[in-house]
T-cell receptor, first 115, second 108 residues
């Protein structure tokens, strides 16, 4: 089944303790991205990746890192989490070829609480 | 700056009433336009895309390039339409930005 898988689904952590949220897709998509969803603010893009070893900042990259060492995986890293990073996070992927009207597929979300 | 505006954060209608969720975009070039929906406790999923010109679950959306709008419409809302709706223009490199979303509640 074609899908985007995030882990963990729920995470409670303490301020300053490094964490990684994994994202994996099995559709051979080139484009992957991370969003955070907050009430009243909608979905805001954190980072995106056009292809392996190509990543770029989205609208709210501060406090986050990503890597794209292989096509299928795009982990989100919080080196020193803070309470303002408490949010619902979504990973998404799409085919990524220019000039194609391609749909984005989303993971099931990771609810992160930083205390 | 590229911008997507969904002016209504909350929209409430009665079952059977028409509904329109507004979306205005500000982009250079000609983006592809999508509407995504998120039902309670589910992941976001594609509702429709303008290039397909299709009706999904009774919803349609018309692209108005002059007004840079892509409003989502349904003539008769159903309770199961209650969800969060996001308008999403996409660059031709598939970089996708989302509006703030509109939470639609359809009351019985």
């Amino acid at each position: 089944e074609a899908q985007v898988t995030q882990n963990p689904r729920y995470l409670i952590t303490v301020t300053g303790k490094k964490l990684t949220v994994t994202c994996s897709q099995n559709m051979n998509h080139e484009y992957m991205s991370w969003y955070r969803q907050d009430p009243g603010l909608g979905l805001r893009q954190i980072y995106y990746s056009m292809n392996v070893e190509v990543t770029d900042k989205g609208d709210v990259p501060e406090g986050y890192k990503v890597s794209r060492k292989e096509k299928r995986n795009f982990p989100l890293i919080l080196e020193s989490p803070s309470p303002n990073q408490t949010s619902l996070y979504f990973c998404a992927s799409s085919l990524g070829q220019a000039d194609l009207n391609t749909e984005a597929f989303f993971g099931q979300g990771t609810r992160l609480t930083v205390v | 700056a590229q911008r997507v505006t969904q002016p209504e954060k909350l929209l409430s209608v009665f079952k059977g009433a028409p509904v329109e969720l507004k979306c205005n975009y500000s982009y250079s070039g000609s983006p592809e336009l999508f509407w995504y929906v998120q039902y309670s406790r589910q992941r976001l999923q594609l509702l429709l895309r303008h290039i397909s010109r299709e009706s999904i679950k009774g919803f349609t959306a018309d692209l108005n390039k002059g007004e840079t709008s892509f409003h989502l419409k349904k003539p008769f809302a159903q309770e199961e339409d209650s969800a969060m709706y996001y308008c999403a223009p996409s660059y031709n490199n598939n970089d996708m930005r989302f509006g703030a979303g509109t939470r639609l509640t359809v009351k019985p």
